[in-house]
């Protein structure tokens, strides 16, 4: 019966070849444009950590002076190096690590590369652990490396690639700005997107390459990168930043359950106290704890054009769709006749419908199709733009499926109603008036 | 003219008509709001930077021994004579950051030391005597700074910048009265203020989000070198010699001392991809609107030519009868061109109202502005010219209509 219905719209179809062409186009369109942007917006609001992310949270305290307070303010989005390392000596949560980032020079070994800038992060021991850091060679550093400013440095498997041919480099020696640093572990794949435990150097940013203890970077004088925020009479100098009135540091822990959560807002809120106590914060305790995805949306990492875009999109298709109703309704009661006859000749109401249906649906699909090479072709011109997120612009099996899913729906709503028009006509009338 | 009998036709084919109605009034809404987005990121991208761009360019230099940056300051004045003696090169000077660069370094300016409120939160452009020959910006206002006020600067002292220029804009908001010369600004320093000894014709500060537009255009200028990892150098090419002198000016750097690192891909950029890079999210979105604006237009103005196309077939036999009882080609012209006009009119006072809705909507949900009657005017006269441009075809086929059809059977 189907195979039947399929080769009554293919007659149909065919019969009319540019009004087919127009709906098949229009729905092609409005699908492409949708998912080419749902995609987009799909990656870019994409949990980084799947499965982790809900018990990492990232703590905000305020210790600004009096100078634009007002009510609801939001605290500063890092934090300084005195409360930074108090709240990291603390050790009130599972995991905490205290980070910045920063570009270092890098002189390669081989005469055959030329010295460049690497991307670094510099951190402290519980970072790896705490996010799940694959390793491919070596590891991590302790917290006895942090305490005794060691110059050990873990690199990015893309640099290990790059500088001993993606060999085991562990015990091998790389010179950043100067200095001799020994590599003690190479990552693995890893590539967390968003950027999310460091917004500062791009939200969709690649990965670092080198990762330095914090206190070693301190040690040698190595530039921090990024935003650094002073209040005040304070100066954003690199080498006095441990005492100036700035915030330059990200600071994340991992608190596993709600209850220790809240132990640790209370805290933050105790500590705040104590140091406004103390006339060291001169506002009101302010904190707030996000966890990762709450970070990511408060931090608006997902551009607004983006979102903007998606709507743009949605608007596009429903047009596209309303097109697409207007001329199957057209094209359906064009040939009312024909249907009365085939009422005449005894075909139920609902066999008609079927069949209308079919045709509809058989437009969908094409149109789906044709939607899904464009959202295609749409997602490859997003990637040759120059922005840092174009890179990620991939279609996955999720959005193929959801495509499709999109596109039969739509046309099967699209065929609805004239489907539903055409087929109550009643035969005696159609017949008449022929 | 014969509203009635049309009146009469359309409840005929209600379904189509209110069909053809939504779809200019959803066209009408959309298109008109895209407008009203190019509309904005064109002004924003065609603002003026105040920087004379052309044979204009930036160096992004990195000093490779970081750890000393306290004793670069003799190295970027022997850098800068070398860049000023080039042939393709007229000016030169060094800084921090400079005006559409996205990044830089910008400070709360306050009247008074206690003043808890900003100003406005400038940009801080370290400069010296050759700056507003080499960027093109007129000094409106007081002196320029003399070579002898640039010294060495560290973030590490906290003692007031002694003298500043500012901008055009920055003067007006801080010295209302127009006399900005002699007064003084606390820029860096609670302690004491700043003294303006210049006032600069419009610059644009390197700030180029779409939140910070207020203080788009203040800029504070302080003559001094700035001792940090990363020196700019903005160089004013001799005219026509753009290239040579990008060429020559990073030879000239290099010849001078090697310890620096300048990006083999943007280490050198053109002020024409400075202003490229800073608005190419705002170039984007308007291509965007624009593409589907037009392609919208395409596809409801195809379903409206399909939709007239099929009432035309269905009524042979009615206009046959009208043409054979006297009615003309112009009776019959005018009767489908009425009908899409009254169609058209019924979706463009929809789409209006759905228009405002939407922009109301982006108001509160993408801090937009609201939307201005003049785009709504425009869009709708496109959507009307559109569908009489449409419905044109199929109603001239059915003018050429015979009044021999009335005597054919369907």
Same mark, same amino acid.
């Given at each position: ?14 019969? !009319? ?49 009096? %100078? $634009?307070?007002?009510? !609801? ?104 700005? #100067? ?8 990552? +693995? ?22 990762? /330095? ?9 190595? $530039? ?49 106290? #104590?140091?406004?106590?103390? +006339? *060291? ?65 005894? %075909? ?55 495509? &499709? ?30 | ?20 109605? &939504? ?14 987005? /190019? ?17 204009? &360019? ?10 000393? =940056? ?5 190295? /970027? ?29 910008? !400070?709360?300016?306050?009247? *008074? ?38 010294? $060495? ?21 801080? &010295? ?115 593409? =589907? ?21 269905? *009524?042979?036999?009615?206009?046959? /009868?009208?043409? %054979? ?50 785009? =709504? ?30 005597? *054919?059977?369907?």
């Amino acid at each position: 019966m189907l195979s039947y219905y399929f080769r009554m719209a293919m007659h149909s179809l065919k019969r !009319n070849k540019a009004l087919t062409g127009l709906m098949v186009l229009a729905i092609a369109m409005g699908i492409g444009a949708s998912m080419t942007t749902l995609t987009v917006l799909h990656v870019l609001s994409g949990d980084p950590l799947p499965g982790r992310s809900g018990s990492l949270y990232y703590p905000q305290i305020d210790p600004r002076d009096m %100078a $634009d307070y007002g009510p !609801n303010v939001e605290p500063p989005d890092q934090l300084s190096w005195i409360d930074g390392m108090y709240l990291l000596k603390a050790k009130r949560a599972t995991r905490q690590a205290l980070m910045t980032g920063g570009m270092v020079p890098l002189q390669p070994a081989q005469s055959s590369i030329y010295p460049f800038h690497a991307m670094a992060l510099y951190t402290s021991a519980d970072f790896f652990p705490m996010f799940e850091v694959p390793f491919q060679y070596g590891n991590a550093w302790g917290s006895a490396e942090d305490d005794s400013k060691a110059r050990v440095v873990v690199i990015s498997a893309n640099l290990n690639d790059k500088l001993f041919g993606g060999q085991n480099s562990v015990g091998k020696t790389l010179r950043l700005q #100067e200095t001799a640093f020994r590599i003690i572990g190479v990552l +693995g794949a890893w590539h967390p997107q968003p950027h999310f435990y460091q917004v500062y150097m791009g939200s969709y940013a690649d990965e670092e390459d080198v990762f /330095i203890p914090l206190s070693a970077s301190r040690d040698q004088h190595m $530039d921090h990168a990024g935003e650094t925020d002073c209040w005040g009479n304070g100066g954003g100098d690199n080498n006095t930043l441990e005492h100036a009135p700035c915030v330059w540091l990200q600071f994340w822990v991992q608190l596993g359950t709600a209850q220790q959560a809240a132990a640790y807002k209370d805290f933050l809120v105790h500590y705040s106290q #104590e140091q406004h106590a103390a +006339g *060291r914060f001169l506002r009101p305790p302010n904190v707030r704890l996000r966890n990762v995805m709450q970070w990511l949306d408060y931090q608006q990492v997902v551009p607004s054009d983006t979102r903007l875009q998606v709507w743009l999109a949605l608007g596009f298709l429903m047009v596209c769709l309303v097109n697409t109703v207007g001329l199957m309704l057209s094209k359906f009661m064009r040939h009312a006749g024909e249907l009365g006859v085939r009422r005449a000749l005894g %075909a139920s109401q609902r066999a008609l419908f079927g069949q209308l249906l079919m045709e509809s649906g058989v437009v969908g699909l094409v149109g789906g199709a044709i939607g899904l090479l464009l959202a295609l072709l749409g997602l490859w011109l997003v990637r040759q733009q120059p922005t840092d997120y174009a890179k990620l612009a991939h279609m996955d099996t999720r959005m193929l499926l959801a495509t &499709f899913g999109l596109a039969v729906c739509a046309s099967l709503l699209a065929g609805l109603l004239p489907a539903w028009r055409a087929c109550r006509i009643a035969p005696a009338l159609q017949l008449k008036a022929n | 003219m014969q509203i009635k009998p049309i009146l009469t036709a359309m409840r005929h084919h209600k379904a189509g008509t209110i069909l053809i109605a &939504f779809q200019i009034a959803l066209t009408l809404a959309i298109v008109c709001n895209a407008l009203f987005i /190019i509309q904005q990121r064109v002004t924003r991208v065609m603002r003026p930077s105040g920087v004379e761009e052309a044979n204009l &360019f930036a160096i992004d230099n990195q000093w490779a021994d970081s750890a000393s =940056v306290q004793n670069v300051g003799a190295q /970027i004045r022997a850098d800068l004579t070398a860049l000023r003696q080039l042939g393709s090169v007229q000016d030169a000077y060094a800084t921090n950051s400079f005006p559409l660069r996205g990044w830089g370094w910008d !400070n709360y300016v306050r009247l *008074r030391p206690d003043q808890v409120h900003r100003t406005s939160d400038s940009a801080i452009f370290f400069t010296d005597d050759h700056t507003l020959a080499t960027l093109g910006v007129k000094l409106i206002e007081g002196r320029n700074f003399t070579s002898s006020e640039a010294h $060495d600067v560290s973030i590490k002292t906290l003692a007031a910048w002694p003298e500043i220029i500012i901008s055009k804009d920055l003067a007006k908001k801080t &010295f209302p009265d127009g006399h900005a010369v002699g007064k003084p600004l606390y820029v860096n320093s609670d302690a004491s203020p700043s003294v303006v000894v210049g006032v600069t014709d419009t610059l644009q500060s390197h700030m180029t989000d779409s939140d910070i537009t207020p203080f788009a255009y203040d800029a504070v200028l302080v003559p001094g070198y700035l001792l940090q990892g990363m020196t700019r150098y903005v160089i004013r090419a001799r005219p026509g010699q753009l290239q040579a002198a990008m060429r020559d000016a990073k030879r000239a750097l290099v010849t001078q001392s090697r310890m620096r690192i300048i990006d083999p891909k943007d280490g050198v950029r053109t002020f024409a991809q400075v202003r490229a890079k800073a608005y190419e999210r705002d170039y984007g979105m308007a291509m965007l609107m624009g593409i =589907v604006s037009v392609v919208l237009l395409a596809i409801t103005a195809a379903g409206i030519v399909g939709l007239t196309s099929f009432w035309v077939g269905q *009524r042979r036999k009615q206009i046959g /009868i009208r043409r %054979a009882l006297g009615a003309t080609r112009a009776d019959i012209l005018s009767y489908f061109l009425t009908e899409n006009a009254m169609i058209g009119g019924c979706g463009v006072i929809v789409g209006i109202l759905l228009a405002l809705g939407i922009n109301l909507w982006m108001v509160m949900r993408f801090e937009m502005a609201h939307l201005s009657g003049l785009y =709504v005017l425009i869009a709708a006269a496109i959507l009307l010219l559109l569908g009489q441009g449409a419905v044109l075809a199929p109603a001239l086929r059915a003018s050429r209509v015979s009044p021999v059809e009335a005597t *054919r059977p369907a």
